[in-house]
């Protein structure tokens, strides 16, 4: 029968299932997609000794494999998703960097088309409309104000495919902005901003309902002034981006927005740049040059931290193993939260039957083993 000889039965493992962890669990894949049982001549791989869990989801990344989204070609971009593909990614949202807006509504069209041929999960526009005071790794004189008819601009570029825009939603244009994107279905984040407490309010309540990358790029929580961290921090309404580098919060920083927030209102991110999975030297973010050293990305003038050089098994990896977050709790953060968010649980984010077998394999230590996208390994575990 067409499909059958497809058929290859994971045994053995911990499988993460939204339910919970199975001990010396199986997940079934049939063709490009989980089953709900096995064919009788399917293949047996023994993973004793291993986790699989479901593929990460990264909604926010910039480039990889020496290749950045903002700029590169066609073949470029591909290659930064097949490095982060290798590091467990099986669904990648690419993020531009401030640019002048014709060149963004350029670039939007180069990668609406990898989305529509299922290479990206969407396009997350990450400035031009945000703050000076909060401008991180974004170039100054390109910055600009929320203007609903420019975020129109961009959203139709993409073509549909435009997932998330990172805004200072307290500058002029800002709320409506956001109320803009919401009515659409695309997701408006809080970001690079330099808002009140009370601003991030306002900014939730017009449909806001991510955080881009807490504590980074916005004010310092601070007693009287408690600034968008605790406003975002609080609210049901939000899920929080954060960066699980080592460089870009401090363990504490991560715990606490864990236990504040709650795992399922937590998006583990990389915010990477080209330097992911490639390695220390110089490089371009946007029109800025950057210098990565130790795998630290810093802006050469100034300094500031300029994405990172993150892959998502070194975020699980840190989280089981530094953090002391539950693995359940990291297996939602890192694939079910960024799924659902972008609206495709549906086909992704969990193991379970129907669902794209995209999976990841760990060993005991949590090290990335494995990683399957679409019934296919992208990278083949070997068992001794
Ligand atoms: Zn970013």
Redesign the pocket.
């Known amino acids: 029968m067409a499909g059958r000889a497809d058929s290859t039965v994971l045994a053995g493992a911990r499988v993460v299932l939204p339910t919970g962890t199975v001990e010396n669990g199986r997940v079934t894949v049939e063709g490009t997609r989980i089953a709900g049982s096995a064919a009788e001549d399917a293949r047996t791989l023994d993973l004793s000794g291993h986790w699989v869990v479901p593929g990460f989801v990264d909604m ?3 480039g990889g494999g020496g290749a950045s989204f903002t700029s590169g070609t066609v073949d470029e971009v591909l290659t930064g998703i097949r490095t982060h593909r290798e590091h467990g990614t099986t669904t990648l949202v690419a ?1 531009t ?1 401030t640019g002048e807006m014709d060149f963004l509504a350029h670039r939007a069209g180069v990668l609406s088309e990898l989305v529509e041929q299922g290479d990206l999960a969407g396009i ?1 526009f ?1 400035g031009p409309f945000i703050s000076p005071c909060r401008k ?2 974004h170039s100054e004189d390109l910055l600009r104000h929320p203007d609903p008819a420019e975020v129109r601009k961009l959203m139709d570029a993409a073509r549909g495919t435009a997932k998330m825009f ?1 805004l200072a939603t307290e500058l002029p244009g800002g709320i409506d902005s956001v109320r803009l994107l919401a009515e659409h279905g695309v997701i408006a984040a809080i ?1 690079h901003t330099d808002a009140t407490y009370e601003q991030t309010v306002e900014a939730i309540d017009a449909g806001a309902t991510v955080a ?2 807490l504590f980074n790029a916005m004010p310092p929580l601070a007693h009287r002034e408690p600034g968008p961290i605790a406003a975002l921090l609080e609210d049901e309404r939000i899920t929080v981006e954060l960066i699980n580098d080592g460089t870009h919060l401090h363990p504490a920083a991560l715990e606490l927005a864990y236990h504040h927030a709650g795992a399922h209102r937590v998006a583990l ?1 990389t ?1 990477a ?1 080209d330097a992911a999975g490639f390695g220390d030297g110089l490089y371009q973010l946007g029109p800025l040059a950057v210098e990565v050293k130790d795998g630290v990305a810093r802006l050469v003038e100034g300094n500031s931290i300029a ?1 990172s050089t993150l892959t998502l098994d070194t975020a699980f990896h840190r989280a089981v193993t530094i953090d002391r977050i539950p693995v359940g709790d990291v297996v939602r953060s890192i694939s079910a939260n960024p799924a659902r968010l972008l609206g495709v649980y549906d086909r992704v984010g969990s193991l379970e039957p129907g669902k794209d077998a995209d999976l990841v394999v760990l060993d005991e230590d949590f090290a990335l083993k494995g990683v399957m996208r679409k019934g296919e390994w992208v990278k083949e575990p070997r068992i001794v």
Do not use: K, P, R
Request: proline share 0%; charged share 10%; hydrophobic share 25%.
């Open positions: 926010h990344n910039h993020s960097v997350h990450e991180g790794a990172t970001g881009t990358h991110i915010d740049m994405g």
